[in-house]
């Protein structure tokens, strides 16, 4: 199957998916059973033509599992405090070594999270124990955004994403 | 096992669930959950808002793998779903519709959230997620110590008014709800009437509400327990709202007594027989003040309650029949207050006030009118139901209801002619001046 062309994010896309908002990443294994796991962090590699979603390795089983097989991966970006939402698809995902610097965007990735939160009410103790990882467990997962769709709600929702593709 | 218990409590909470499904080649999509409820052990439904890929993924795919988190302890579980059908009527599409109008409300969504249809999954498994979580909170927030207390406080005796007395009490004092109140079912005119409140500057007795007129409504109409935790417009009842219109010869509004500005509401159906015999409704200034627990506390007290109505009816209805020998008791004296009955809602007047209507209205034109022919001052309520000018709606009426709102409202209006409970189902009238008794039209009556 021949893989749809790299979608361009721009760089306001870019900051919302690095700015400290909800994280989901979801697959499926070859039966139809789709796998889900909250992404702790994501890293923006190349100018946005990679995508590196942190996650924890044993609550991401299923979920690297299955992209493992199929390389098939959809991330759910969501700020809890506008309901601006944006998924992202891609064909290529594969689990990678982690690289310098990746604890420290999971770190910042986490402070950004705490301080969100806690302006509608959540404590800091648990939004940490919710993006908790053993830093032996933390795992990298690195796609192509693929397709991109605007999932704020709304009329527009489901809407893919337009902007120049290079 | 399925933690129903955690999944209501993640389902109830602020952080959205999270729906993962995948087309037939397998492609992956992940999108936010608008709300969730269970519906039985064994499934729950999802809101059905937009025909997006989401859902052209389950009508093609029915696995769905929902993530949710526990929003005490931060326990994220994954629970494996198959959707099986979708309800667009009926009493869990009503539930979702009035919590889905609260959180638009709350989210800046009206006019966007709207609900297509109750999306029904059966649940096949339920993971826990590894992870980092909290200790669950105290047992301060359960609410079966209360329920039990409030339990214990209603009466054994027959007596519908004090038991529902005892019941806002206990909800006031076990519970901390400090707005409450109880409307019966009018089930002839399709309507619910209020027969007593706490926590309102006026107790609005006697005022009504429709059937399937916002949450008491729809409670009352789909027999299910309807909950807001966020302020809504949509099911907001306004402080103008009237109980049906003018009657001949004057107004006949009581408002209803409800918050203004609800952050919260709580509708619950007291089960009857075949219709509920009325609802129970709490509310709160305060936003998610009512927990997914205390629904279920409330639903079982409702149903108690409900039993215990039931049940003393049954007993008045044996209770030996005694009444005194009619004895004319000297008249009072003064000036004659004028008394007007407009038979074709059976509105009455006293002075230019007006009382009631209705079958409350009837019931007390009949009274009024033995004890002037009569000289009568003792009743009984058995001898009223075999009465055939009360003309009740039909046999279950519920006239024990009905004779309360008449006593609270003679007693709120500190009206010169007044009910006093003498027994077990009698009761007394006073009257404490002259009456000058009208019909105003006659012919209908």
């Known amino acids: 199957m021949s893989l749809p062309a790299p979608l361009h994010l721009d760089s306001d896309h870019l900051r919302f998916l690095t700015g400290g908002i909800s994280i989901n990443a979801a697959s499926s294994d070859g039966n139809g059973v789709p796998s889900l796991c909250r992404a702790i962090g994501c890293r923006v590699k190349g100018g946005g033509s990679r995508l590196v979603l942190f996650l924890s390795e044993p609550a991401a089983r299923t979920l690297l599992e299955d992209i493992q097989r199929s390389g098939q991966i959809a991330a759910v970006f969501s700020d809890p405090l506008t309901h601006r939402t944006l998924q992202i698809k891609g064909w290529d995902a594969a689990r990678m070594p982690l690289e310098p610097g990746d604890a420290e965007v999971v770190e910042g990735y986490r402070a950004a999270f705490v301080e969100r939160l806690k302006s509608i009410g959540f404590q800091a103790c648990f939004v940490r124990a919710l993006l908790g990882c053993g830093t032996m467990d933390l795992v990298a997962v690195a796609f192509t955004p693929g397709a991109a769709f605007n999932q704020t709600p709304g009329v527009q929702a489901g809407a893919p994403l337009e902007g120049p593709s290079r | ?445």
Not at chain 2, 379 to 394: G, H, M, Q, T
């Open chain 2, 1 to 445: 096992m399925i933690p129903v218990r955690a999944l209501r409590e993640c389902l109830d909470g602020a952080i959205p669930g999270v729906v993962s499904t995948c087309a037939l080649d397998g492609t992956p999509n992940v999108a936010y959950m608008s709300q969730g409820m269970f519906v039985g052990p064994e499934h729950l439904a999802l809101s059905y808002q937009f025909f997006n890929r989401t859902r052209q993924n389950i009508l093609a795919n029915p696995r769905v793998t929902l993530g949710l988190t526990h929003p005490h302890t931060a326990q994220q579980y994954r629970v494996h779903l198959a959707y099986e059908r979708t309800e667009t009527a009926g009493p869990i599409f009503e539930s979702m519709k009035a919590k889905l109008a609260g959180i638009a409300s709350h989210t800046g969504m009206t006019g966007v959230f709207r609900l297509q249809g109750s999306d029904i999954y059966r649940i096949e498994g339920v993971e826990w997620v590894p992870g980092s979580t909290l200790p669950a909170p105290g047992p301060e927030g359960d609410p079966l110590p209360a329920l039990r207390a409030c339990v214990e406080s209603l009466p054994a005796s027959p007596d519908t008014e004090s038991l529902l007395d005892a019941m806002l009490d206990g909800l006031e004092r076990h519970f901390g709800i400090h707005q409450a109140m109880v409307l019966m079912l009018d089930a002839g005119r399709h309507r619910l009437y209020t027969v007593a409140s706490r926590g309102y500057p006026v107790s609005g007795v006697g005022s009504e509400i429709q059937v399937g007129d916002g949450v008491i409504g729809v409670a009352a109409r789909e027999r299910v327990p309807i909950r807001i935790s966020h302020m809504t417009s949509e099911y907001a009842y306004g402080l103008a709202m009237r109980e049906g219109g003018a009657a001949p010869g004057g107004e006949t509004e009581i408002p209803f007594p409800g918050l203004a500005s609800p952050g919260s509401q709580l509708a619950v159906p007291i089960p009857g027989l075949r219709e509920p015999l009325g609802v129970l409704f709490l509310e709160s200034p305060q936003e998610m003040r009512f927990s997914q627990a205390e629904e279920d506390a409330l639903v079982a007290l409702a149903a108690q309650v409900g039993a215990l109505f039931r049940l003393f009816l049954a007993e008045l209805d044996l209770a030996e029949e005694f009444l005194p020998a009619p004895v004319r008791e000297p008249g009072p004296s003064g000036s004659p207050l004028r008394v007007r009955h407009y038979a074709a809602n059976d509105s009455v007047f006293l002075g230019d006030d007006y009382l009631i209507k209705g079958v409350a209205g009837n019931i007390l034109w009949i009274l009024l009118q033995d004890h002037q022919a009569l000289g009568r001052t003792q009743f009984s309520n058995r001898e009223l139901r075999a009465d055939p000018r009360v003309r009740l709606p039909d046999q279950s009426d519920n006239l024990e209801a009905r004779l309360v709102l008449l006593h609270r409202r003679l007693a709120e209006r500190k009206a010169c002619v007044q009910m006093e409970k003498t027994g077990r189902g009698r009761f007394r009238l006073l009257v404490t001046r002259p009456l000058d008794l009208e019909d105003m039209d006659p012919g209908e009556g």
